[in-house]
């Protein structure tokens, strides 16, 4: 067998570790994420090897990963029954970086120390950093790992100082154990974390590790009904990754079940999305449209956004970066094996492949609220009454195709609904014969609007009218112009050519003539222009805005935001 040697890091691997110890980086509870994920490929590829090779695994199949405490020597172990490394393998995955995400890391790293910028540390949570990141909360790390088939297991040793040791030793099981001296900032005479505290290695896992596939085993203790303690054996994770599995063998109650778990919602999603790409960007997504929104929704610092995995492993919360603004009130969350554990929300900004996530997942949300609309009318309407308002907004924010798909998940009031509401494509197919615009008029509420003398005429001609109570929705129509190369009019505007007896008016004008001049002096300052209406049947007067310049309601818009 190989005799204890002293080996040195190589330059680069040894910069990486000073910045682990000297770390002042505050996230350094990820190191148990890390080192989870890395026990986790391990038994991965023995899986793997399995298939091909059904005696690698002899009598040791049950998948695990055991966590382990030794509180009077400050010790944490994290140990897996995966794949192990052989010597070789030791040398050349611990002792050195080959990897290139933290070479890019160091370059980035380096890069930033030369702009003297003090945040250089920041750096470390946006790479994965790996099993060096046990050196953020230990002062001496030993690795002991056997691989299949061979016959004595390796040990690793490290205080961090430039140097470690390597030598063969006995090890009776294959798989790697990691053992953690902790510094004392982490035990309980510390001032971090407690982490021979076994309450916290719980919430740990719970936190960054719960849907790792394989259980995360723990001894606990808990005092029986006697008084006594007893020990018992934990699984801490669930383990449920939903979306890894296929959608076909999942029951509608098992996604609500879930949805209510993990996004601490007391009411079932209205709607699931649940899909798997697999192709130029892999990745699982299971999203949800909820029943209400939250109440904060519309405040500027509304953040929820999606949760990100990497295989299981948790990446982040609250990603608001993937889906627009205006599909926000999306819950849910996206696994790709392509995000790296320690991604940052500056990386993700230019991520070309998220870019591609993005555009994807947009469509599916709006074609599955097309459909939604066109085959449950009754679920759009709840939909509708809860994020309406933001669909709208996203009207006014997009525009071309992506338009084109949201003016059609629109819903309006109008006079010939009858309480109901009606899509813009509702409203064309009803049109009468020679109609070539689309009327709306902006109010109140049904009965104000029901009650203008500007509507007299169109519910004479029998003319269908949209409600606009919304005070977005003439800044959505101004910006669409038309629909179906129909152009949207107001009823409270201009006139609105409506094939009158245009002679019987000019008659009527000439006797008239004195009593209007009368009018327009006296409200000179209230008023652009004082007209005799071709519109009115029973009402005496009406207020209408010109032809150009903002009208009614949008001036009461803006009146409010200047207050
Ligand atoms: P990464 O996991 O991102 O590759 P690490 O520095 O964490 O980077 O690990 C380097 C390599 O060491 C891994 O790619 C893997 O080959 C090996 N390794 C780490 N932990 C284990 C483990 N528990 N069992 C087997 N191999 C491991």
Redesign the pocket.
């Known amino acids: 067998t190989a005799k204890k040697v002293e080996k040195k890091f190589q330059t680069e691997t040894q910069k990486m570790l000073d910045l682990m110890i000297n770390s002042i980086y505050t996230n350094q509870e990820i190191f148990l994420r890390?080192?989870i994920?890395?026990?986790s490929?391990?038994i991965g590829?023995v899986k793997f090897q399995s298939l091909t090779d059904s005696d690698i695994l002899g009598e040791d199949s049950d998948f695990e990963i055991w966590l382990d405490l030794d509180e009077v020597n400050n010790v944490l172990t994290i140990e897996?029954n995966?794949?192990?490394?052989t010597y070789d393998?030791v040398v050349e995955?611990?002792g050195t970086i080959a990897?290139s995400?933290?070479q890019e890391f160091l370059q980035k790293l380096q890069e930033k120390q030369a702009q003297a910028k003090d945040n250089a540390l920041d750096l470390i949570g946006q790479f994965?950093?790996?099993?060096?990141s046990s050196f953020m909360v230990a002062d001496k790390v030993t690795l002991i790992?056997r691989a299949p088939k061979q016959d004595t297991g390796v040990k690793w040793e490290s205080i961090g100082d430039g140097t470690y040791t390597i030598e063969e030793v006995d090890k009776p099981k294959r798989?790697?154990t990691?053992k953690l001296k902790l510094r004392e900032e982490f035990t309980s005479d510390g001032d971090e974390i407690d982490l021979t505290n076994r309450q916290n290695i719980k919430q740990l896992v719970k936190k960054h590790s719960n849907y790792v596939e394989y259980p995360i085993k723990m001894k606990v203790y808990e005092e029986n009904n006697e008084g006594e303690v007893i020990e018992k054996i934990e699984t801490l994770n669930d383990m449920k990754p939903l979306w890894i599995k296929n959608k076909e063998n999942i029951e509608i109650e098992k996604y609500n079940e879930f949805y209510k778990e993990v996004f601490n919602d007391w009411t079932e999603p209205l709607e699931v999305i649940h899909s798997k790409v697999e192709g130029l960007v892999k990745y699982s997504t299971l999203l949800f449209i909820p029943q209400q929104a939250p109440s904060n929704i519309y405040s500027e610092d509304f953040d929820l956004g999606l949760r990100l995995y990497s295989k299981n492993n948790f990446v982040m919360d609250n990603c608001s970066k993937i889906l627009p603004d205006y599909l926000r009130f999306i819950r849910g969350l996206i696994d790709s094996p392509d995000f790296t554990l320690n991604l940052s929300r500056q990386v993700l900004q230019d991520d070309k492949q998220l870019k591609i996530i993005s555009k994807t997942l947009e469509k599916k949300i709006l074609k599955q609220l097309k459909s939604m609309l066109a085959d449950n009318r009754e679920q759009y309407k709840e939909f509708w009454s809860e994020f309406g308002q933001l669909i709208k907004s996203g009207v006014d924010m997009t525009h071309g195709k992506k338009q084109d798909k949201l003016v059609d998940l629109l819903l309006f009031p109008s006079s010939y609904a009858d309480g109901e509401m009606t899509t813009l494509a509702e409203y064309v197919e009803r049109m009468k014969e020679g109609q070539d615009v689309i009327y709306y008029i902006t109010g109140e509420d049904e009965i104000t609007v029901e009650n203008m003398p500007q509507m007299e005429l169109l519910q004479e001609k029998d003319l269908e009218v949209l409600y606009f109570f919304d005070e977005i929705d003439e800044f959505v129509i101004n910006k669409l112009r038309e629909y179906n190369d129909m152009e949207f009019k107001s009823v409270l505007r201009g006139d609105l050519d409506l094939d009158e007896a245009d002679e019987d008016v000019e008659a009527e004008e000439d006797e008239v003539e004195e009593l209007l001049e009368a009018v327009e002096e006296n409200l000179a300052d209230k008023v652009s222009e004082v007209r005799l209406s071709k519109r009115l049947k029973s009402s005496a007067v009406c207020l209408v805005s010109g032809d150009v310049g903002l009208s009614m309601s949008m001036e009461k818009v803006l009146e409010k935001m200047n207050q």
């Open positions: 890390e080192l994920a890395n026990a490929d391990a590829k897996d995966g794949v192990g490394m393998e995955n611990i990897q995400g933290s994965g950093v790996g099993f060096y790992t798989g790697t990691i």
